[in-house]
């Protein structure tokens, strides 16, 4: 088992014991994330859906990211990766209702270099109805290493917040707002 | 390399090539097509984004896959992957311009049957402005096994249908209505 799959394990697991829903938003990782969870026997009763948003424009019209902060920041920014978490809540809801957790992942994968971050920068959120959390990374890796990278700092981050220790000292480091 | 990533390599060659964008609804798969497309350099030339409608309501309300169809027959049917790949086409479209290709999977992974559906039936669909191709797969595997067979047949029917290969006997047998 590899550490994602253990990691999509127990977010689904935290998810299902506390009888909440997930959408799940994604760039650089480009379903990954979504692909991780669906392989967990199970899942269906918590993850409703994911959107991945890989073209810029598709940020806006499926997760409602505003065009303002595309145009002013790019798509590698802590504020594009809250702004798709929140907006794929909404997306994936049903019935009217939101997703009760979205999460994100947005940043550069490589080869290149893209809207003026480097390669390996890397933005994970979660946001649900008490908290939105952000997480920067940057990954000394190729392509593939940033991209899985990537993966599991938003499960981590999920896993924590789902279990109560994303306060305090941590919260801090990855930019809580709660 | 596994043989889905050479296949993905492929495609994104494939389309390139030949100036198409694509975009991709995945239900069983859950967003593993994606995220092997993504993981070819230069993915973002011609892969604008997905659409992973895993609850059923989704395929409505993302896709555009119409409610009457579902109720009728359920989401394993061949008739909800082609509504899947046609949504996405509308579902990804940037500037009021739809993707040029959309393709589609939806399935039963296990480990329960699903809307009168055995476990490892899966349907993978091919929409463009030129054809509409639908095939089905009986898959006798588990579920990473049913997943991964998902995954490489709707790869495969993109490519055979870019090369021109998916005409005649192969049309006839994957339900091509061209």
């Known amino acids: 088992m590899t550490p994602s799959t253990a990691l999509a394990e127990s977010v689904i ?12 938003a994604e760039s650089l990782t480009g379903g990954a994330v979504t692909s991780e969870l669906v392989g967990v026997p199970g899942a269906s009763r918590v993850l409703l859906g994911g959107v991945v948003a890989y073209a810029t424009p598709l940020k806006s019209s499926l997760l409602h990211v505003p065009e303002s902060l595309l ?12 702004a798709m978490a929140r907006g794929v809540r909404e997306a994936t809801g049903t019935a009217g209702r939101g997703a009760d957790v979205g999460i994100a992942t947005t940043g550069v994968a490589g080869p290149d270099p893209q809207d003026g971050a480097p390669v390996g920068r890397v933005f994970v959120a979660v946001v649900d109805a008490r908290a939105e959390l952000v997480r920067q990374l940057d990954v000394p890796s190729d392509r593939p290493g940033v991209r899985r990278a990537a993966v599991d ?16 000292q941590e919260a801090a480091s990855v930019g809580a707002r709660e």
């Open 71 to 82: 145009r002013e920041h790019g798509a590698v920014h802590p504020e594009v990766a809250l």
């Open 153 to 168: 700092a938003v499960l981590e981050l999920l896993l924590n917040h789902l279990s109560g220790s994303s306060g305090g």
């Open 13 to 24: 697991a935290a998810l299902e014991q506390r009888g909440l829903t997930l959408g799940v």
